[in-house]
């Protein structure tokens, strides 16, 4: 099993947008810019409760190679998707599919007072679609960032977050948190975001596991998550319902402290259950911010597992597969293991020791062959650099 980085290995991620670009319009772009997926560490449905997230950027990006144009229409490109070059007209019906991500974005941008006038994108990712690893949100920033150059926007990165954030919200449809876009726009290479998603101040905290002889290993179990779909809306909706009937504006103001008192007061048991993960995860993500400043990074793993649990029985945004592989990558000698992201599939992540890394990730490959579930995608995740300029 290769536990690179999808990115290291030769041949992958080439800075050849550009030349793509070419042969699709004709003409050269103003410009290239990649913005990264993402792996969150701890603090799992905690960012549209007002609460503290821990993601860190993935080596995997969406680049995109840019040209400005000025007559109100928008051309995009994928090299992952097919069907064409997809026309927008920036005053015309709203895009479907894949470039309702882009177009959500120019949407958010000129719906905020933003002169931009249209613009031709190729863009080119390799961050797995559909495995709860923020591949829309690298697609959203990617382009924000490329308009906020080509346009002078003059816009600061939390800014950008935000937009992206509206664009998924109210032009896609999929009523998620601010957590991905912020991680792709603000995460640092070596370091995990300390995010609070009230006032989005942020923290970068070391976290370099390669010198304490430890790995991040990613499974991406290819069962396709989709957010727009009801589940995550009612897991938001009644945590909002929560918060109403507990008379706190977000879930984020019930203290850790005062949380069985929270609990008696609810009489309905699913908000309890909800209200319960909330607020233990959100100490969850206090407690492995602790750890780690205080450099005592294998700790975390229980504490991940913990999160898993949490998610697993209180939230119920777990699947058979993340179950199998938290289970199995601990029995295994995992540090500890959890889902990551949205959950109803997608990824999960395992701390490991350098030396088990091997015998851990065939273990989980072996247990899903046993339990006839298609084979998962694993690899090594390095905390990387967040979106920036290529060229
Ligand atoms: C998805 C959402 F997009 C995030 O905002 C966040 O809520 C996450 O699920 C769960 O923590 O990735």
């Given at each position: 099993m290769d ?14 947008t ?13 410009g ?12 799992e449905?905690?960012?549209?409760n ?7 950027a ?31 007209r ?5 895009a479907?599919g894949?470039?309702?991500?882009p177009?959500?974005?120019?949407w ?43 346009y ?11 937009l ?5 919200n ?19 290479a ?10 989005l101040?942020?923290?970068?905290i ?15 179990t ?28 977000a879930l ?24 319960r993960?909330?607020?233990?995860e959100?100490q ?33 945004v777990?699947?058979?597969e ?28 395992i701390?490991?020791?350098?030396a ?13 062959a ?16 967040g ?5």
């Open positions: 536990l690179r980085p999808a990115s290291a290995r030769p041949g992958e991620q080439q800075v050849t550009a030349d793509a670009f070419r042969d699709v319009y004709g003409t050269s772009p103003d290239t810019w990649a913005a990264p997926g993402r792996v969150n560490l701890i603090g449905h905690t960012d549209y007002d609460g503290f997230v821990m993601p860190f993935l080596p995997h990006t969406a680049i995109a190679s840019v040209a400005r144009r000025d007559d109100g229409l928008l051309r995009l490109h994928s090299g992952q998707a097919e069907g064409g070059v997809v026309e927008v920036l005053d015309g019906e709203p479907k894949w470039a309702a991500y177009a959500g974005v120019v958010a941008l000129r719906d905020a007072g933003h002169a931009v006038g249209g613009a031709d994108i190729h863009y080119d990712s390799t961050v797995p679609t559909g495995a709860g690893l923020s591949s829309s949100a690298a697609l959203e920033i990617v382009t924000a960032l490329a308009l906020n150059d080509l002078d926007l003059g816009l600061q990165r939390w800014q950008l977050a935000r992206c954030q509206r664009a998924e109210v032009y896609v449809g999929a009523p998620t948190g601010i957590m991905d876009q912020t991680a792709s726009a603000c995460c640092t070596g370091h995990a975001l300390y995010l609070d998603t009230r006032d101040s942020q923290h970068q070391p976290f370099d596991l390669a010198a304490r002889g430890l790995r991040l290993l990613v499974v991406d290819q069962v396709k998550h989709a957010h727009s779909e009801g589940e995550y809306g009612k897991r938001r909706r009644g945590c909002e319902d929560a918060a109403a009937a507990l008379g706190v504006d984020r103001d019930v203290p850790y402290e005062g949380l069985d008192e929270a609990l008696a007061r609810l009489e309905d048991e699913e908000q309890r259950r909800l209200v993960h909330v607020v233990t959100d969850r993500v206090e407690r492995v911010v602790a750890l780690l400043e205080a450099d005592d990074v294998r700790a975390i793993g229980p504490v991940l597992t913990e999160g898993h649990t949490s998610l697993r029985d209180d939230f119920r777990s699947c058979p993340l179950d199998l592989v938290v289970a199995t990558a601990n029995d295994a000698g995992a540090l500890g293991a959890r889902m990551t992201g949205g959950g109803f599939g997608g990824s999960a992540i701390l490991v020791d350098d088990s890394a091997d015998k851990i990730a065939d273990a989980v490959t072996a247990a899903f046993s339990g006839g579930f298609r084979e998962p995608r694993v690899f090594v995740a390095v905390p990387s650099a979106a920036v300029r290529l060229e």
